[in-house]
């Protein structure tokens, strides 16, 4: 990567940017109602074309099946147990744990089965 | 001269207080992105960064998701336009905060709001708006104890996460992708109270799909747009029912 040093700097500089740009006093704009709808979406959005291709496509690294891929049925069953607890943490260690056992699961029948 | 001393040894103690009141709030949320930072260090690694490089972009840039999203790049093309642009859309939303937070910040002196605009992040953000809407009033001492709690956590975490790279290869195949899918799951899934919010959660996470298929270094920014404008132009029931009344 020989262009890391630019990289770094650019995504440094653009970071703080958007942190600090209402911060400073020579910023005398407001964002209007319509711009600040807009952007209460980003997060959301996001996040979620990060992980649905994760859940979804996981299984084409692995050579797996889509139906019986870990990605799929952890990613579903952290999805179900995000809408019964509100503790961010909690569904985190559920989930990585769903995975983590299917994982061992499907290493185990592949050394029993050869 | 004594009441002067109390005073000046009660505004300390309160302080700390709400110091330790920021650690504590932040400290659940900080723990569940560790998992995320060890991949953020880890995959660093793997796309060919040196330890030194791989902790300068947590170190300067502090932003979780822009972080892995240019590591993806990096990993594929390469290309710094790529990069720029899905760093601008990913921190867009630190706009909103930043605008949120600017009636309570402008007074205090350019170091301080420098400080305060380095350390702000969506974790930060929200204990702060918790803590601001419990006390009725702004706390540059909570924004940035919880703030600078995040920031080691998450640096001890990439730490961690270069070490275990250069000894375990592949160490990103464990599983640790899957981290980042499950902690998004669990931010994005209970913060979906509308319609609006639903619908820009499914046309991002749809476009992502498609998208990733014949777009890959553009589909998170092509399907992030979508999302915004799906969420956008979806009107709740709530501001159905106040344009009825009207």
Redo the contacts between chains.
Sequence with gaps: ?N??W???L???C???F????????TVSF??GP?V???????????????????????HQ??SGDFITS??LI??MA??AF??LM????A??VF??GV??LL?IFYNSIQSVLS | MPSRTVVVTESVSSDVKIMNRGIVDIFPLALATVPWGILCGSLAITVGLTPLQAQLMSLLIFAGAAQLAALTIMGSVGSLSAMFSSTFVISSRHLLYSAVFREHVRKSPLGLRCTIAFFLTDEMFAVTCAYMEKHKSFSAVYALSSGITFYLIWNISTFAGIVAGQYIPNLEHLGLEFAIAATFIAIVIPSIKNRSTLVSVVSSGLSAIILSIFLEEYALIVATFIGMFCGYLTNDNQQNKEKSNE
Excluded: H, Q
Excluded at chain 1, 18 to 25: H, M, N, Q, Y
Excluded at chain 1, 39 to 53: E, F, G, H, K, R
Excluded at chain 1, 86 to 89: A, E, G, I, P, S
């Design positions: 990567m262009n890391f630019l990289a770094l650019g995504m440094t653009i970071t703080f958007c942190r600090f740009l209402f911060f400073s006093k407001e964002l319509k600040k709808r807009v952007l209460s979406y980003t997060a959301p959005s996001v996040m979620t074309a990060m992980w649905v291709p994760i859940v979804f496509l996981g690294d692995s870990p990605f952890a990613g952290t999805v995000s809408l509100k503790n961010t943490l569904v985190v989930g990585m995975f983590g994982k």
